[in-house]
Structure formats: structure tokens, C-alpha cells
């Protein structure tokens, strides 16, 4: 099993900055693709940014220029730094991970984490 823990978020005015971090942890060989997500209520869960199992960043076009993913590959976290905010960019956001644990060998599973909300206030 895989446990994402999500960290950062909260309340910021427009034009203001967040962090948002995400640690996995568990029984883990290889974790494959790794970033954010974010929902917001009546709406499908939407890519924020993401690290891909091709080694490739993809952000959602909303956020480019704004949004910076980064990562501790030794600490399996990524962090979402956050310039520029803007109100529509309130949501929860959802870590996520696609990671091959013994058990699923050769095979990975996506695990997501509980949820984070960010709020942003014009």
C-alpha cells in the first residue's frame, strides 16, 4: 500500500502564492508518474501538473507560467509552488501517484491523497 500525504494548502488572496507538498510513502519500488490534481464542486477532476513515467512535466494550460512542479526523488514527495493565484483556481487538490509496490510487481496501481483545499479570494 501507498499513503500520499498532502500539505500546504489553505486561504490567499489573489495574486498571492501557495506551496503544496505531497509525500508518498509505504512498501514502494518505483513510483512511475507523480503530480496534482484539483476538483471543484459539480466538476470532473482536472490535471494540474504532473512528473510522467516518460520523465516529461505536463501542466494544464491554465496554470502554465504560474504553476512550478518540482521533486525530492529521495524523499518520493512533490511540492506545487503556486505564483500568481487567481480565485478560479479554487479547489481541492489531489496528489496523486501511479507506483509498483511488491505486491503489484510488474504492475502499478494509481493512489491518490485526501485532499487539499486551496482557496483564493479576489
Known amino acids: 500500500q501507498v499513503h500520499l500525504v498532502e500539505s500546504g494548502g489553505g486561504l490567499v488572496q489573489a495574486g498571492g502564492s501557495l506551496r503544496l507538498s505531497c509525500a508518498a510513502s509505504?512498501?514502494?519500488?518505483?513510483?512511475?508518474?507523480m503530480g496534482w490534481y484539483r476538483q471543484t464542486p459539480g466538476s470532473q477532476r482536472e490535471l494540474v501538473a504532473a512528473?510522467?513515467?516518460?520523465?516529461?512535466?505536463n501542466y494544464a494550460d491554465s496554470v502554465k507560467g504560474r504553476f512550478t512542479l518540482s521533486r525530492d526523488n529521495a524523499k518520493n514527495t512533490v511540492y506545487l509552488q503556486m505564483n500568481s493565484l487567481k480565485p478560479e483556481d479554487t479547489a481541492v487538490y489531489y496528489c496523486?501517484?501511479?507506483?509498483?509496490?511488491?505486491?503489484?510487481?510488474?504492475?502499478?496501481?494509481?493512489?491518490w491523497g485526501q485532499g487539499t483545499q486551496v482557496t483564493v479570494s479576489s
Open positions: 512528473f510522467t513515467s516518460g520523465s516529461s512535466t
Open positions: 496523486n501517484a501511479d507506483a509498483t509496490t511488491p505486491r503489484s510487481f510488474p504492475r502499478n496501481n494509481a493512489y
Open positions: 509505504g512498501n514502494i519500488v518505483r513510483i512511475n508518474a
